[in-house]
């Protein structure tokens, strides 16, 4: 997407692309932007994270991600939990003919 200024903005991928993401998915973050290619800065709970540099990383601890690419700013926030039972609610109330997707796991 473009930003208003029409620059690329910075994009924050969660694979598998699933809401709200939970560890027992391995879950794997990909930072996207026009940035220079290998210079991510990475945040966990909104500090400076160990992993600069990579563009993209394997998530082993619950917390809050974003990234941040030089020319194209810092991504959304991203946040994934332990393996807990959580019931998400969507920015808008559910109306009839909506589509949403359940996933069970076992």
């Known amino acids: 997407p473009?930003?208003?200024?029409g620059s690329q903005t910075t994009?924050?991928?969660v694979a598998p692309p699933w809401r709200p993401a939970v560890l027992w998915d391995r879950v794997?973050?990909?930072?996207?932007?026009s940035g220079t290619t290998g210079s991510t800065t990475w945040y966990k709970d909104g500090r400076?994270?160990?992993?600069?540099g990579r563009d993209h990383v394997?998530?082993?601890e619950s917390g809050i991600y974003e990234c941040d690419r030089p020319g194209s700013g810092r991504s959304h926030s991203v946040s994934v939990l332990d393996d807990q039972l959580v019931l998400q609610v969507p920015a808008r109330a559910l109306l009839e003919g909506d589509r949403v997707t359940l996933r069970c796991r076992g």
């Open 2 to 5: 473009l930003s208003p200024a």
């Open 11 to 13: 994009q924050l991928l």
């Open 28 to 33: 794997t973050l990909t930072c996207q932007g």
């Open 48 to 52: 400076a994270w160990g992993l600069q």
């Open 58 to 60: 394997t998530v082993t």
